[in-house]
């Protein structure tokens, strides 16, 4: 069986009525086909993951491909959700990624799986799975007749953020992904990395973007700082952006400026690090890493920043044209 299965929609510009009916949630302009994929991919354990074991479990996931108007190759960007599933600010970016002429894959890596958040239970999907699902979206991607496989870049939003960075790891590169076929760029929003990896100091060439609110206190900032700065003297091309008073997903338009989350799991307390292959410890106990520890806490917030969302967009919309030499 082939590894997805698609169904396309296309927008008719001379027909506003039938896009009415058969499209009315698009409201971006700059969408002119919407193409519906399901992704094979697998469901692994961290272990299973860091280990390259092949046998996770099978599992489907969808993806919405926005492309925008022509016929002529252009880049795209896999967009990956956070811990909510895919929200307002994964829409209002791929609207944006649109109007500049670029397409726009939206995974949803939950509801195939039968997941509707993780928020108050990170147990139900590892990250390192999130992986995977981006590897086998630039697979996709990179087929595809209308874009350009030399210029598709991933983009995530916490648990997502996750994915995007870790993406850019040579060992994951090797061990998951599809031979001759990288990202452009890696771009990763109020990202956790806080556990050292093994050789995670060994990663792409390819730029790396990060952006963070200084009052986030679901993912705090200092360990994403210490991480940039590791690979920064590495010699790596990777900065990292800070907006002071933001908090926890500051680009999603349709919170209030802070919404509390009392049940959400936090490993803010936790010191964990891989220190043999496939291995995940708690530094404070010796033991595997758990979502079960004594560390991990409960409670936290989120909040749209206005401010932010927009330094935070044009930042990423110049660094893109500057990219890949756009006009728009």
């Known amino acids: 069986m082939p590894p997805y299965y698609a ?26 086909r919407l193409e519906i994929y399901s992704i094979e991919t697998l469901t692994l354990t961290d272990q299973q993951f860091l280990l390259g074991a092949k046998d996770g479990k099978p599992a ?27 929200g307002a600010n994964v829409d209002g970016w791929a609207q944006a990624l649109n109007a500049m002429g670029i397409a726009a894959l939206i995974l949803d890596t939950f509801t195939g799986r039968g997941i509707s958040q993780t928020i108050t239970d990170q147990s139900q999907l ?5 992986i995977v699902d981006a590897y086998k979206s630039l697979e996709l991607l990179s087929c595809h007749s209308r874009i350009d496989p030399s210029r598709i870049a991933v983009m ?32 990763s929003f109020y990202t956790r990395c806080d556990a050292p990896l093994i050789d995670d100091e060994i990663i792409s060439q390819r730029p790396i973007r990060l952006f963070h609110g200084a009052a986030d ?17 590495a010699g790596k091309d990777v900065h990292l952006t800070v907006y002071e008073g933001a908090r926890h997903a500051f680009d ?35 033991n595997t890493s ?7 806490t409960r409670g936290a917030t989120v909040g749209f920043d206005p401010h932010a969302r927009e330094e935070a967009m044009t930042a990423v919309t110049d660094f893109l044209r500057a990219q890949w030499n756009l006009n728009t």
């Not at 916490?158 to 771009?187: H, V």
């Open 156 to 187: 995530g939003f916490s648990k997502g953020g996750f994915a995007a960075l870790y993406s850019s790891m040579k060992r994951f590169q090797r061990l998951w992904g599809a031979p001759g076929i990288e990202f452009a760029a890696y771009i």
């Open 126 to 130: 590892s990250s390192f799975s999130m």
């Open 290 to 296: 758990t979502w079960t520890d004594a560390c991990v």
């Open 7 to 32: 169904f396309s929609v296309a927008v008719a510009v001379l027909l506003p009525a039938l896009f009415s009916i058969v499209l009315p949630q698009i409201t971006n302009a700059g969408t002119a």
């Open 60 to 86: 489907r996931i969808g993806g919405e491909l926005r492309l925008p108007p022509g016929t002529t190759r252009i880049p795209a960007v896999v967009l990956i959700h956070g811990s909510g599933g895919v």
């Open 252 to 286: 999603n338009p349709l919170y209030p400026p802070v919404l509390s989350l009392p049940d959400a799991v936090l490993t803010t307390n936790c010191r964990r690090e891989e220190r043999q292959p496939g291995n995940i410890i708690n530094l404070d106990t010796g």
């Open 217 to 233: 206190d679901y993912v705090p900032v200092e360990p994403t700082r210490r991480y940039v700065d590791r690979l920064k003297r």
